[in-house]
């Protein structure tokens, strides 16, 4: 399977845990984006980043959560001390380059659950 | 800031029938991308249409088919002849023409399509 994985798809957590979900971009794409998609809601935009780099964060909330996106492996959304409002399914897309003339290619999700 | 709605939270169509699902958007940009996306049950996102503004044309994909009123800044989308795999949420998505910390998409808060029979 060439396209974005995301794993795992389904993470169950207990509020103050640490919750770690993984992205593994396409082949050859050096772009990642993360979205947020609350129950019955459409996805926010949450961060981009490109290998090692952040370039834009602005849908980050400002305490526990952190992204990474390493030179070797996937990338990384981190939520630290998971409250029950963190509950939500969370989608990784990648592309191969910044410019928008770049169709973005989605992962399944990863469905966290806040116990 | 963009933003994108959607004021249809469900809709229904007969299979074999068409149904228009609508989306405006607001921005002062001139140049930007609109997008549709379906998102089954199994909740994949799967690009179903994409718009480029600079294009007086409307795209089509097969049965897919969108209304785009840059004036109006109204983007809608059309399915002809329905089928029952066609039922699924659908978002509208925004994406700025401009590179770097414009690439991220704004969606809609969704459309949830039946298709009966």
């Known amino acids: 399977n060439a396209g974005v994985m995301q794993n795992p798809r389904h993470l169950v957590r207990r509020r103050g845990q640490e919750a770690r979900l993984r992205c593994s971009p396409m082949k050859g794409h050096s772009h990642v984006y993360w979205y947020r998609q609350l129950p019955e809601e459409g996805l926010k935009f949450m961060v981009y980043l490109q290998k090692e780099n952040i370039i834009d964060e602005s849908g980050m909330p400002k305490e526990r959560f952190s992204a990474e996106f390493p030179k070797e492996g996937p990338s990384i959304l981190r939520i630290q001390q998971v409250v029950r409002g963190d509950s939500a399914a969370y989608f990784c897309a990648s592309s191969n380059r910044g410019d928008p003339n770049q169709p973005q290619h989605f992962g399944d999700g990863t469905r966290l659950s806040i116990l | 800031a963009q933003t994108v709605t959607q004021s249809q939270p469900e809709m229904s169509v007969q299979e074999a029938e068409t149904v228009t699902l609508s989306c405006t958007y607001d921005?002062?940009?001139?140049?930007?991308?609109l997008f549709w996306y379906k998102q089954p049950p199994s909740r994949q996102m799967i690009l179903v249409i994409r718009?480029?503004?600079?294009?007086?044309q409307n795209a089509t994909e097969n049965r897919f088919s969108v209304n785009f009123q840059k004036a109006a800044k109204s983007f809608s989308l059309k399915i002809s002849d329905s089928q029952l795999g066609d039922a699924a949420m659908y978002f509208c998505?925004?994406?700025?023409?401009?590179?770097?910390?414009?690439?991220?998409?704004?969606f809609g808060t969704g459309t949830r399509l039946q298709v009966t029979l």
């Open positions: 921005t002062s940009e001139s140049d930007y991308y």
């Open positions: 718009q480029e503004a600079y294009k007086q």
């Open positions: 998505a925004y994406r700025s023409a401009f590179a770097g910390t414009a690439s991220k998409l704004t």
